[in-house]
């Protein structure tokens, strides 16, 4: 087949499996993406390379599709595949090593949420490594593509504490459509929208005013300390899929919003410290995350030693 043609074959089939997504036909939105997965893995002839890129955002696609299905092993080791593309294609070119790092903090984020703690740890000490190889503050230059990136592993991460389910009550700013559930096409970076929606800014609004309605966290008990940081999270991660600015802008914005979370959490494992420390690691890796998409990498390395360090504590010896 020409390449003009394999093309429009993988807009077409793409665009499809999207839909059925969008629709709610997860599984055959699965098998729709595992042909595009094969077409970018043929891709290049004989004796050729297929883009890398073109295989890792199929894969990751894939690894979406996999989740909203709810074959969650299927989709963590989709996962990992894709994240060996992605260590080939920094260590054949180092500018793509500040993306890297982030997307290894962020996916561990859903291998953390999926009780595989040790190896979320893994990927948090290899981001620290990827970190270390990088100036101490960052070129700005690709700063919009890992906004970008900040904002689907955020919305990836957070799409739990979005989803109603099992008699669960709509959680405050959402929609209790159950077409809103679905991911939405536009929204957010690629088509990596799975539960973001269409209504995400206005429901931002009730948010802050649940937010609000808090008053002096230090007189709060620890269930209401931990749902204000669950909403402090969600418009952490709210904010980050809506958010179209210039560095300097996220640098004052998005920064200091992730630094309050980070707090509030301190604060509670202060409070409850039989409870563990995975909210504060989650709330340090979205930090170092933020840092990263500002250049901030020193800083952002010394983050993610503390989350590793307490995910460490918290696995204890093997």
């Not at 793409?14 to 036909?25: P, S, T, V």
């Not at 295989?55 to 299905?69: F, G, H, N, Q, T």
């Not at 991660?237 to 914005?253: G, L, N």
């Not at 509030?264 to 410290?273: G, S």
Request: hydrophobic residues 40%; aromatic residues 4%; contains cysteine.
């Amino acid at each position: 087949m020409p390449r003009e043609d394999g093309d429009k074959e993988l807009q077409i089939l793409g665009a499809f499996a999207h839909g059925l997504a969008e629709a709610g036909q997860f599984e055959r939105a699965v098998t729709v993406q595992r042909e595009v997965v094969d077409i970018h893995r043929a891709a290049g002839g004989p004796g050729g390379c297929p883009s890398p890129d073109g295989v890792v955002w199929s894969l990751l696609d894939l690894a979406i599709y996999l989740d909203l299905a709810g074959q969650t092993d299927a989709s963590l080791e989709i996962e990992r595949n894709a994240l060996q593309f992605k260590r080939r294609m920094a260590a054949a070119d180092p500018r793509r090593l500040p993306g890297l790092a982030i997307w290894l903090a962020g996916v561990s984020l859903r291998f953390a949420d999926t009780g595989r703690r040790q190896e979320a740890g893994k990927l948090l000490d290899e981001a620290i490594a990827a970190c270390d190889l990088l100036p101490p503050e960052g070129d700005r230059g690709n700063s919009g593509f890992h906004q970008a990136v900040q904002a689907a592993l955020f919305a990836r991460s957070g799409a739990r504490d979005e989803r109603i389910s099992g008699g669960r009550t709509t959680p405050i700013g959402v929609s209790p459509d159950p077409r809103a559930l679905q991911p939405v096409l536009g929204v957010s970076f690629h088509r990596w929208s799975f539960s973001v929606r269409q209504a995400y800014r206005a429901g931002r609004e009730a948010i802050d005013d649940a937010i609000s309605a808090a008053g002096d966290r230090s007189a709060l008990d620890p269930a209401q300390l931990a749902e204000v940081g669950t909403l402090l999270r969600r418009r952490n991660i709210r904010q980050s899929v809506a958010f179209d600015c210039i560095p300097q802008q996220f640098t004052e914005k998005a920064i200091p919003a992730l630094a309050e979370s980070v707090a509030l959490e301190r604060q509670l494992l202060a409070a409850c410290p039989n409870n563990g420390p995975g909210r504060l690691i989650r709330s340090l890796t979205d930090q170092a995350i933020g840092q990263m998409c500002a250049g901030a990498n020193s800083t952002a390395g010394e983050t993610l030693r503390e989350a590793h360090d307490l995910s460490a504590a918290q696995d204890g010896p093997n």
